[in-house]
């Protein structure tokens, strides 16, 4: 009789050789993950952009940040940080303050709307990914949950 205790792996297709190689399992894990991102992405609030979203949920996480500071963070130039500040200042899901270490600069900070739009996105895009869990067995969610403690991983390093 079976040890309950031991959790069994599912029988899963035969991987060829070729497909175990790092280049070409990278090469299909590049192209899952990007078109799972952008899926993610799609299960938003609706009337921002991934952009604005990116700069609130910034802010969610490491609090108000001058406008350079989240260019920076983001990865883009100062003059397009500025545009989505403003846009998303014009839709009262953030507020400009004086920064009280530079009264010359300004801090950008969320709102409380701004902080329901995250948790929004978040929620949709956590059931949307729940949904598609909840479609596979134990066992396969047991393997993703393997798979993501890899990725954990390989990311970390």
Request: aromatic residues 2%.
């Amino acid at each position: 009789m079976p040890d309950p205790q031991v959790t069994t792996v599912p029988a899963l297709p035969p991987v060829g050789a070729a497909e175990c190689r790092p280049s070409g399992l990278a090469a299909e894990l590049r192209v899952l993950i990007l078109r799972s991102a952008r899926r993610l992405r799609a299960e938003h609030t609706a009337g921002i952009t991934d952009a604005q979203y990116a700069v609130l949920a910034v802010l969610s996480v490491h609090g108000p940040l001058t406008p350079g500071d989240l260019a920076e963070r983001e990865g883009v130039q100062p003059p397009s940080m500025t545009r989505t500040v403003a846009a998303l200042t014009e839709q009262g899901l953030v507020e400009r303050t004086a920064n009280p270490e530079d009264r010359r600069q300004v801090r950008v900070t969320l709102t409380d709307a701004g902080r329901a739009v995250v948790r929004e996105t978040r929620r949709r895009r956590d059931a949307w990914l729940a949904r598609r869990l909840a479609d596979l067995t134990p066992a396969e969610r047991e393997v993703v949950a393997q798979a993501t403690a890899i990725l954990t991983r390989i990311v970390a390093r």
